[in-house]
């Protein structure tokens, strides 16, 4: 839908601003490429589902309130508007983590991994991380080519492995009920290690008889259950691309989730039909590996699941590599990686489709009617991929499966977790304790079920995974080190280590580097609010990054804590409600 006169003058007023001159000018997609509702599901869908690894329960929902003008970038708005002195210090501990840690590579090796798998070849190291390489490349290549290409696959995966889910659902159900599929009735059974006795999974007194009783165990499965429901984040990192957010983006976040769940508990379900806990606890293979291998009894299930698996793990590759570089990309514009890095990191570009599209069909609408060509922001995809290559390598010296179990504890202790902790103890913080207490809640336009019931759990779940990371899991668990091969201590110490980093960074650039070099860094954005569907979206955003002397008209610094400034102003016709 055009925009209204006079915000389209606000817009072209921004574009001509922005031409000639050392700005950068970013613009968001135009309404026909934003994320319809079910683009919004699918982008929760494919994060949420790895196809086989998902055995575990329970789901854990931060309170979450949409700003008045939905912008990009997550947990990054919510930190930066919670710990607002100075902003530096948060967008740089944020930042650093994000870049670092905001990746799949773990994901990657598994694709690798189950490729390998799925061809029956085994003990190849150095395959396995160039399938890595090669996953987390064509990622970024599908979504810096071809924008809205890479959006239909994201779709394509989410739907395939919703209904790979349903069929596990069926098939265990039927099973459990007597129907064969060539390998004869199946039924998960319980074996007491003490006593021999046989009994079905189903039993209650006799399903959790021996379950290890150590805090580390309960810690790092709980770590693992976060980990399988972190999807619902995705549709906030692109929430400046989501068609009427306001209207949609709320409503159809919990129907995702809610459809999720149910699927989740019910394929977990579906799997205690077939799967023995001996099964479970004590193969090197996923859950639905044994589940196909019982059901249908023949060699060639295990490499056909692998290959099912490994195609789903693509596409949490795909979808994150898609949310994750508009993370980045706002991490960027705010000039934290010094000018000139900054600005080309928070760049984006016409995509090479676009431009062959424009060249093969071009359009025969007025120039002042057509769609702007779709955008991507290659320089941030390059950004992600850097270190997803980073944390491959990095990851190396071990074997693939123990580098799995690190990079996927890493990015669940950091990203989750740590960032987790501060954002939902941050929403408390300002809704009992800030000076904003008694504003906050009716300026916030939202209501979550429950209060701030939901921020209270996950602030407590969140300081006791922080906390219990730390413990040694007992010898008997399947978390101790003779099963899963790392120190216990390893990743909540690189963790920490790298959110410390962050503090250090920061330390290092409002601080010694204004003295070094006796200028500051002063960065200015200013955004383009207008009125689409009813609803105040951002058009164009004007990012600029300048070196100035540490004396001068523009340095109020002390405001921030450091030798750096950096401001946000709106431009609207009317100041957005």
């Not at 590599?321 to 991490?331: C, L, N, P």
Request: aromatic share 12%.
């Amino acid at each position: 839908m055009p925009y209204e006169a006079d915000d389209q003058r606000l817009v072209d007023e921004a574009i001509a601003d922005a031409q000639g001159s050392t700005k950068l000018l970013i613009r968001d997609p135009d309404e026909s490429q934003k994320l319809g509702w079910f683009s919004v599901m699918c982008t929760i869908w494919n994060r949420g589902i790895e196809t086989g690894q998902e055995a575990h329960g329970g789901a854990l929902e931060g309170e979450t309130v949409l700003e008045c003008v939905p912008r990009n970038g997550g947990e990054k708005n919510y930190l930066e508007y919670i710990y607002k002195a100075p902003k530096l210090r948060t967008i740089s501990m944020y930042g650093i983590v994000y870049i670092i840690l905001g990746n799949l590579s773990g994901n990657a090796i598994a694709f690798g991994i189950y490729v390998l798998e799925a061809a029956g070849i085994t003990g190849h190291d150095a395959a396995i991380r160039g399938l890595a390489v090669a996953a987390s490349t064509v990622a970024c290549l599908l979504h810096g080519l071809w924008r809205q290409g890479g959006i239909v696959v994201n779709n394509i995966f989410a739907s395939l492995k919703i209904l790979i889910l349903i069929a596990v659902i069926i098939i265990g159900f039927a099973a459990s009920a007597g129907a064969k599929f060539g390998h004869g009735p199946v039924h998960g059974k319980n074996v007491d290690p003490l006593t021999g006795k046989v009994t079905p999974n189903f039993d209650t007194h006799s399903s959790f008889a021996h379950a290890p009783d150590d805090v580390a165990s309960y810690a790092q499965s709980l770590l693992f259950i976060i980990y399988t429901y972190s999807g619902f984040e995705q549709p906030f990192y692109v929430l400046s691309e989501v068609k009427e957010p306001k209207r949609v983006f709320a409503k159809t976040t919990i129907a995702a989730m809610g459809v999720l769940s149910i699927i989740f508990v019910l394929a977990n379900i579906a799997y205690l039909c077939a799967v023995s806990f001996d099964q479970r606890l004590d193969r090197q293979l996923d859950m639905a590996t044994l589940f196909f291998t019982e059901i249908f009894g023949t060699n060639a299930a295990p490499r056909v699941m692998s290959g099912i698996i490994a195609l789903s793990i693509l596409g949490n590759i795909v979808v994150m590599t898609f949310t994750a570089s508009r993370v980045k990309q706002e991490i960027a514009k705010e000039g934290i990686l010094g000018k000139h890095l900054s600005l080309f990191f928070a760049s984006s570009f016409d995509t090479p489709y676009a431009r062959l599209q424009a060249q093969l069909f071009p359009s025969q609408l007025p120039k002042s009617r057509r769609p702007p060509p779709e955008q991507s922001p290659l320089p941030a995809l390059f950004l992600h991929w850097m270190f997803s290559m980073v944390m491959i390598g990095a990851s190396s010296s071990t074997t693939s499966d123990v580098s799995y179990t690190i990079l996927v504890s890493l990015y669940s202790y950091a990203i989750v977790i740590l960032v987790g902790f501060f954002v939902a103890g941050g929403l408390l913080y300002l809704r009992f304790a800030s000076d904003e207490r008694r504003t906050w809640v009716p300026n916030a336009g939202f209501k979550p079920w429950g209060g701030p019931t939901a921020a209270i759990i996950y602030t407590l779940v969140c300081a006791f995974m922080i906390v219990t990371a730390f413990l040694p899991p007992s010898v008997g668990s399947v978390f101790h080190k003779s099963k899963t091969q790392p120190e216990w201590w390893i990743v909540p110490t690189v963790g920490l280590a790298i959110l410390a980093l962050g503090y250090f960074y920061y330390l290092l650039f409002a601080y010694a580097v204004p003295r070094i070099k006796k200028q500051r860094l002063f960065v200015e954005r200013k955004a383009t609010i207008v009125r689409d569907h009813g609803e105040w979206v951002q058009a164009v955003e004007r990012v600029e990054a300048v070196w100035v002397a540490r004396e001068g008209p523009m340095d109020n610094s002390a405001n921030v804590g450091g030798n750096y400034v950096e401001t946000v102003t709106v431009e609207a016709n009317k100041a957005p409600v």
